[in-house]
Structures are given as C-alpha cells and as structure tokens.
C-alpha cells in the first residue's frame, strides 16, 4: 500500500526534466549576407506536446557572437507541434558570426514556467562580406527615333503607346496623356 501511495505520489514528478521541445533547423537569410543587409535566422522548431505559444525570445550580439534563447509552453495533449522562430539581426559588420540558439518550454499558458534544463541547443556560423556597390554608369545618349506598336516611325501622338529608342540601345516605353 506504502509503494503504491509513493507511486501516485511521484507520478507527476516523473517527466519533470523530460525535453519536450527540439531545434530541427537554423538557416540564414540572405545566405551570403554582405555588411549592409538585415539578417534573418530562422529556428525551425518541434515540440512533442499540442500547442506551443512562443513565451518570450530574446537574442544579443557580442562581437562576433550571437547569443539566442526562446522559450515556448507546451500544451497537456501529447501531439507534434511545428513552429518558426524569426531573428532579426541589423546589419553586421564584415566577419565570421557564431549564431547560438538554446531552446527551453515551460508548463502552462504564457507566462509559462520554466523548465529545469534547456530542451536543445544549436550553433550556425555564418560569414558577413563586404557590400559590392555597382557604379551607375550614366551617358548622354541620343534619341534616334520614336516608333508606334508596329515600329513604324512617328512625331508622337498622344494617348499612343509609343517606343523612344536612343543610340546606346535602350528603349523606352511611353504613353503620353494630356
């Protein structure tokens, strides 16, 4: 009788510590970041239990290193649960980042308690390059005639569509309305 009142005793004890959560994936966004793009990190979660509120996410960058956690509650149903988590990082200076993200659930409806141990943890290294700007290249180009639809050459009419086409071999597409 003693073992079987511990039993019912420590039954709700027994998936105390248990994981119930997993990081499946960490992608980056753009793949090949330069200094002057936002990037995103994508977590791709899995969780065993129904339902899974993200309770809060938080993210900092130190030098190079960006550290990651986000917690989400699990629900009471056993049932597989898939969700993304979105971090959004400002532009990066140039070099070779170390994304590391630390997953923990918590009981209940948010605000959830935590768990005792995280769930998972996950590294991505990712590198940041230098922006390559493309000079505009700008001439003084000449207009070598306008043509209609049917390429015929014309002085412009208005409401025709009509093609400017200019010596360095690039056309424009105009409607004049007035």
Not at 11 to 38: A, E, R
Not at 74 to 92: E, H, Q, R, S, V
Not at 95 to 117: E, K, N, R, W
């Amino acid at each position: 009788m003693k073992k079987l009142l511990l039993i019912f005793i420590c039954l709700p004890f027994i998936g105390f510590g248990q994981i119930f959560g997993s990081i499946s994936s960490l992608t980056i966004s753009p793949v090949n970041p330069n200094n002057t793009d936002t990037v995103y990190v994508y977590a791709e979660l899995l969780f065993t239990s129904s339902g899974c509120p993200l309770d809060m996410k938080s993210h900092s960058v130190l030098g190079n290193n960006i550290v990651a956690s986000t917690q989400h509650c699990f629900g009471m149903l056993t049932a597989i649960c898939n969700t993304t988590d979105t971090f959004k990082l400002n532009p990066l200076a140039v070099g070779t980042y170390t994304f590391d993200l630390t997953l923990s659930s918590g009981g209940g409806p948010p605000p959830c308690t935590a768990g005792i141990v995280p769930d998972d943890n996950d590294v991505i290294t990712f590198n940041v390059v230098t922006s390559v700007g493309i000079e505009e290249h700008t001439t003084n180009k000449e207009l070598l005639k306008v043509t209609d639809l049917l390429g015929r050459e014309t002085k412009g009419k208005k409401k025709e569509p009509l093609f400017y086409i200019y010596d360095d071999g690039t056309v424009e597409k105009k409607l004049i309305i007035e």
